[in-house]
DNA sequence: CAGTGAGCGAGCTTCCGCTTGACTT
């Protein structure tokens, strides 16, 4: 018997099927092991040893573990076939030490598609385990942790912050600027001139400039106005024609870019959807996996599902509608380890998987399909017209589309309130009648907040996280009340800004966009044997551990921006153990506190059972053998006593 | 039993990436 061992569960019944009945093929279900939060500052690193990581079996994997040892005892050839990139090589490693692998026949091969050529092709071209790659991942793994758990220890203690990371730290720091953007933007007000007629609407145009006249003053406006007659003559046409390009196939990205957009859905929920769809379901009493692995960041089709697509396209819409593979220019943080997401098979039809789908599923599966059929066929061509139109020596102009050859877009899904476009055919010379002309008051639009889906977009082209951890991370900052989503859009908390000033202004070196890519070229280096993964660890721990401590002397007082009412200093934030506080810089000689709720005490409105006046709130005693212990009580204290300590006895009540 | 400023510092958590689970009262 042999062996295979992959990383997805979903895989592994596909392969056994190409590879037959010698091979026995399981799943590690990702990563199994991880450092230990044991020893000096919790970091699991050895100090005697080079900072050696100290690793330790992941809570839920034992019976994986098991499994797989117990099969590994009995094959005589072991091949690790996880993913190809640095993270599957790592797995491959931890694989061999934990199932005690040493002596036996191991091999590691990869493929990134899952076809039988594919596979046979890995099997018959095994290697050895890649050590300076696994390297470069245990690099990343080590300095994540170094910066991560430092800097979130010393910012719970400083200004009562749950966590910091390379990662989520960064992509605080985009929101807050964002917001800080949007706070110095000062609207514009200004105006134009609009003449409607039966058709079409037509704007008055800037005069010597090719743009739309956008006029400040608006007795500037009203003068020209009076000027105006009530018809536009048509002065002059310039046709043009442009192409529209498809977009390339999904990623996980863009997927949850596509998905926001058109059906209003959260990262997490498309991400859960599209989990469903890759892991199949039942379709005419037989399981059906319906796309492809869903967490990449590849836009690569496979050669196989390519030559289907052409004939697909050749013969659904003709020959004519056959265009070319548009991938998109692979940047350098891209791992290519899976293929995009794309449907498995082309004759799975949107429409025929309907009945057997939720409207969610239906709905993604349907994007999916359509993106990855449209991604392969000809560009559409657009005809543009630019008319001008003269109003007493004044100049109004309009802006018309035709679509002559639609390519593309006939597989595109059909918006349902697309209505025919009004195209202008008429002779230079021709005089329209105006409906309605009117002075438009308009503002500059600031800035615009990040959505969840905008974010994971700038984290991809920033090169911040992973396919796997973009929607993991947006959580994270919620989790860690950093942020809130209001209508789709994220907005910073008070505790957001606080922490993120906070590492901007001591962390600067390592919480910003660049780090993670100076970092990428680091682990490269590792990985292909110019650096060696000891010193650069330590050269790391050392130098930032330098920086923690000078930095631990600048540390002053986070001021709130307010003054104290009483005496007029600047009032600063402090902490205690119940959280973060505010309160007078002056101390002790102004003892004002500004009354602050944590979050904590934000519970839900429930009435108080005993005198019906007031509400329960969340309590801390402070003598006494329970001085400490939480417990709720009448917001009317001391009008009423009442006390209970579990919000879910008064359910039982 | 009740509206948070001593100072020290125990003992808890915290990072980013891979992947699928699903305790019972």
Known sequence: MKLVIVESPSKTKTIKQYLGSDYEVLASKGHIRDIQNTGKDNLGLDFNNNLKPIYTILPGQYQTIKTLKNASEEAEDIYLA?????????????????????????????????????????ISSPRDIDMPLVSSQETRKIIDRIIGFKLSTLLKRSIASESAG??????????????????????KKYCEIEAETEDFIAKLKEPEKNKIYSIEDRSEAEKIFKELKDTLTLSSLNENTRSDKPQPPFTTSTLIQAASNRFSLSSAKTMSIAQGLYEGTEIASKHIALITYMRTDSTRISDVFKSQLSSFIVSKYGKEYLGYTHMQKASDNVQDAHEAIRPVSLEITPDYVKEYLTKDQYNLYNLIYSRTVSSMMRDAKILTLTALFDNNSHTFQASFEKVLFEGYQKAQIKSMDAKPKFYLDAPVGT???????????KETQGPERYSEATLIKKMEDSGIGRPSTYASTISTLKNRKYISVQKKKLIPTDQGKITSDFLHDYFDMIINVEYTARMEKTLDEIASGEKEEDKVVNQFYNAFDKILSEKKKDIKPMETGELCPKCGSKMIYKINKYGRFEACSNYPSCKYIKKTVTEEEKIPYIECPLCHEGHLVLRTSSKGRKAGKKFYGCSSYPKCTFTISSLSEIKKM
Not at 116 to 121: M, T, V
Not at 431 to 440: E, G
């Open 82 to 122: 996880t993913d190809p990139d640095r993270e599957g090589e790592a797995i491959s490693w931890h694989l061999k030490e934990v199932l005690g692998l040493n002596g036996k026949n191991v091999h590691r091969i990869e493929f990134n598609e899952i076809t039988k050529p594919a596979i046979l092709a890995a």
């Open 431 to 441: 005089i329209f009648k105006i409906k309605k002309l009117s002075i438009l008051d």
């Open 166 to 187: 390379r990662v989520q730290s960064v992509a605080l720091k985009i929101i807050t600027d964002k917001e800080e953007e949007i706070n110095a933007f000062v609207a």
